[in-house]
């Protein structure tokens, strides 16, 4: 079981490259969150899922696009990088509010993935 | 809107010692939870403690623990005789309760700790 994975753990981009990274978690949880972390600022949530297909704006989504087309994956793309998007990425994943599981779940983190755009 | 708002960005206390960090929020939400996470130097998320809004007493995890003062909007946590181990980054973290909530989460800026030997 190897909760919540990121792929890759590090990149530089130069202005205006594009990338994806990919969030993989195996514990069949339905919903799943990127969050960048920056200094002095916490985590803020870009973009979420609360299940396959679906997809929704988080609070600093501006830049950033998403897809969820299997449960398990969440991918998070950058089409044209900027040095405002460096950064510590988060991937993170839950149950859903449907589950019958306790609310207020814990949310599953990975690794994260430090992008520095130049 | 929620806000969550940790006004110590960093702090220290020697091995063994007991040390409060703070966390106030703002929400017009009834019911809700609160969390503190944990971010060691090696970057993964760890929860630490969660206390769901509509209980009295205080959640308690071992050496943590909260105080949870709920008219005043404030969400402290406590951690006793501390480690070396617990040298880490710490969030205070806000979720809203009800059958449409989509578990996001709304984060402090964290506070750094230093457990000193």
């Known amino acids: 079981n190897a909760g919540v994975t990121q792929t890759p753990k590090f990149r530089v981009l130069k202005t205006g490259q594009s990338m994806t990274l990919l969030c993989a978690q195996d514990?069949?949880?339905?919903?799943m969150y990127w969050y960048r972390q920056d200094p002095g600022m916490g985590l803020r949530l870009i973009h979420y899922?609360?299940?396959?297909?679906?997809?929704a704006k988080g609070e600093v989504p501006d830049g950033y696009n998403v897809s969820r087309l299997k449960k398990q994956n969440f991918l998070l793309g950058l089409e044209s990088a900027a040095p405002s998007q460096t950064s510590v990425y988060f991937c993170?994943?839950?149950?859903?509010?449907?589950?019958?599981?306790?609310?207020?779940?814990?949310?599953?983190f990975g690794p994260g993935t430090r992008l520095t755009v130049l | 809107a929620q806000t969550v708002t940790q006004s110590q960005p960093e702090m220290s206390v020697q091995e063994a010692e007991t040390v409060t960090l703070s966390c106030t929020y703002d929400t017009s939400e009834n019911n809700y939870y609160l969390f503190w996470y944990k971010q060691p130097p090696s970057r993964q998320m760890i929860l630490v403690i969660r206390q769901e809004a509509y209980k009295q007493q205080n959640a308690t995890e071992n050496r943590f623990s909260v105080n949870f003062q709920k008219a005043a909007k404030s969400f402290s946590l406590k951690i006793s005789d501390s480690q070396l181990g617990d040298t880490a980054m710490y969030f205070c973290?806000?979720?809203?309760?009800?059958?449409?909530?989509?578990?996001?989460?709304?984060f402090g800026q964290g506070t750094t700790l230093q457990v000193k030997p």
């Open positions: 973290a806000f979720m809203k309760y009800g059958s449409s909530n989509t578990g996001k989460l709304i």
């Open positions: 993170a994943s839950s149950y859903s509010s449907t589950s019958g599981k306790p609310w207020g779940n814990e949310q599953f």
């Open positions: 514990m069949n949880h339905e919903y």
């Open positions: 899922s609360v299940g396959e297909g679906t997809t």
